[in-house]
């Protein structure tokens, strides 16, 4: 039980990656399979993970993101797309509008999780242009780039975050 604690404590964001050290495939097939785990609403597991190894492709979403050039130097990006048409189906708009943004997330959550405990690091990177995502992975229209996680062995170490206090996020009724 404390194994999962200590990981999520553990999470730091990296944006530096050792440049010789490729993620092996059977860690990222295990993180691709722990987001695949993700609750999502019906099931319906309605989004789209796009593994980005091209360094084209990369520097493409890199150039989608400006700023973030670390985007084009993570040896792999996993690009998490929401598929509002696939809830829609089910659930209406609001499976269009909250519940296939909402199953994104939550699979993207626990494909970061995921690389902590596989011994990687990783970025959640949400700005960017989402036209410029679309066309650097051929997206459908109607598809939703949500979050790009980058990931790699570490190149740096993560400091510790300041966190708000519990107290002024929860209330206890």
């Given amino acids: 039980m404390w194994d999962f604690f200590e990981t999520v404590r553990l999470r730091h964001s990296?944006?530096?990656y050792q440049p010789d050290m490729e993620v092996e495939e059977e860690k990222l097939n295990a993180i691709l399979e722990a987001a695949c785990t993700a609750p999502s609403a019906g099931d319906l597991q309605a989004y789209h993970i796009s593994v980005v190894r091209n360094p084209r492709i990369r520097q493409?979403?890199?150039d989608a993101a400006p700023g973030?050039?670390?985007i084009a130097t993570a040896p792999v990006a996993l690009v998490f797309s929401a598929d509002p048409?696939?809830?829609a189906e089910?659930?209406?708009e609001r499976g269009a509008n909250i519940y296939a943004l909402q199953d994104t997330t939550i699979a993207a959550a626990y494909a970061?999780?995921?690389v902590a405990a596989a011994g990687l690091a990783s970025v959640w990177v949400g700005e960017f242009d989402e036209q410029g995502i679309r066309d650097a992975l051929g997206l459908d229209a109607d598809q939703i780039p949500l979050s790009i996680l980058c990931i790699g062995y570490a190149a740096e170490v993560g400091g510790l975050s300041p966190h708000r206090r519990l107290d002024?996020?929860?209330t206890w009724l």
């Fill in 90 to 92: 089910q659930f209406g």
């Fill in 14 to 16: 990296i944006r530096k």
């Fill in 112 to 114: 970061q999780l995921a």
């Fill in 60 to 62: 493409a979403l890199s």
């Fill in 68 to 70: 973030q050039q670390f």
């Fill in 85 to 87: 048409v696939r809830s």
């Fill in 168 to 170: 002024d996020i929860v």
